[in-house]
């Protein structure tokens, strides 16, 4: 079965892009949000027959991707330092011969590296979109919502496909990771 996707064309510096109207508000964790947003593509359809219902309207975007910005820039630091506190602790333990598990906290370090890296390239995709790298910039930044454009993509054999029928990996990707994606596409489908 086809579902097209809503995605709302906005314009910040001078450039446009797109983001899911859709999904971008269904997601599990907002560090992949980010993931959401293209480069604004022309060839998709302005009409839609059947599309799924726009959750991020043309009156929320600019405080939406603003409070993004922010959200995920506090998280990305939090990230590193929960990180940070878990290898100090484990040396310690780990220097003064006290066994604690080695491949617990190899598990446990592993899973915090991919939270990071998932926060730090969330934030440097939206650094590049808005053109700031601190929130303190963000009053300078206007979006300009546009229009909202149709995506459509298909599921077969546990991947997402475009209607062109090429591999969309994100929406792939989200599909293996995120429940809430999972959960927003199976009430569809």
Sequence with gaps: MKVEVPYL???VNGKEYMIDAHFSKKLERIER??????P??????ETAEEPLPIL???NEIEGFLKNLFVEVY???GEKLNKRLRHMRKWNILRLIGIPTGFSRHVERDEQLAKENREAMLSLAILRKILGVKTPAELGKVKIVPKEYLYYKI???NGEIFNEKGEKDSIYTQ???IDEGFREALMLRI
Aim: net charge neutral.
């Design 174 to 176: 989200l599909l293996e």
């Design 56 to 58: 991020l309207q043309k």
């Design 74 to 76: 506090e998280r990305s």
């Design 154 to 156: 298909e599921l077969r």
């Design 33 to 38: 949000v980010s993931t959401l947003i293209r």
């Design 9 to 11: 064309v906005f314009e």
């Design 40 to 45: 604004i593509d022309r060839t998709l359809s």
